[in-house]
T-cell receptor, first 111, second 111 residues
């Protein structure tokens, strides 16, 4: 298995909702990442987990809460989001500091 | 910090060769990645340069000059499916797991 999977593919939520994005990889990678990408912009790093521990939090608002239940799974819990949080959320994984493999992304729309 | 510059858009003809440049200013980095991203899809890995010089992979080659703060991606025998955004990214290394992306170059291949 050489892919990163993400669910759901699309998500529409209101500003008072609570939802979660899920990411899974079975390549034995020890680092997993969340990126946010707005249209026509490059991906922006949000969080990095290394060996299931949060190693980087790029000053992301607390309405985004990451969780790494085990080495294969990465979640992003969403609560009280704003319309400007609408974007493509990409999960990635890597074996150390090498090539990052990206999932297909979740396209999030906040109404 | 890191500053990465790429042209915003380029157009090239099917069957031709195109060179996409990336210049950067940084205090240090491990290596430089090139990723391809089709509209609405996740980035996919193309190449990784650690040492100066040319890395060739089929129709795609990537070059790095650390002394000049410069890299390029060379695409030969262009095909219509090569129309995509090409992202240059610096790997900060030193256990940071951080990948900083340039803004990307949107390449349009025309018949």
């Amino acid at each position: 298995d050489t892919e990163v999977t993400q669910t759901p593919k699309h998500l529409v939520m209101g500003m008072t909702n609570k939802k979660s994005l899920k990411c899974e990889q079975h390549m034995g990678h020890r680092a997993m990442y969340w990126y946010k990408q707005k249209a026509k912009k490059p991906p922006e790093l949000m969080f990095v987990y290394s060996y299931e521990k949060l190693s980087i939090n790029e000053s992301v608002p607390s309405r985004f809460s990451p969780e790494c239940p085990n080495s294969s799974l990465l979640n992003l819990h969403l609560h009280a989001l704003q319309p400007e949080d609408s974007a493509l959320y990409l999960c990635a994984s890597s074996q150390g500091e090498n090539e990052q493999f990206f999932g297909p992304g979740t396209r999030l729309t906040v109404l | 910090g890191q500053n990465i510059d790429q042209p915003t858009e380029m157009t090239a003809t099917e069957g031709a060769i195109v060179q996409i440049n990336c210049t950067y200013q940084t205090s240090g980095f491990n290596g430089l990645f090139w990723y391809q991203q089709h509209a609405g899809e996740a980035p996919t890995f193309l190449s990784y340069n650690v040492l100066d010089g040319l890395e060739e992979k089929g129709r795609f080659s990537s070059f790095l000059s650390r002394s000049k703060g410069y890299s390029y991606l060379l695409l030969k025998e262009l095909q219509m499916k090569d129309s995509a955004s090409y992202l240059c990214a610096l790997d900060a290394g030193a256990g940071s797991y951080q990948l900083t992306f340039g803004k990307g170059t949107k390449l349009s291949v025309i018949p």
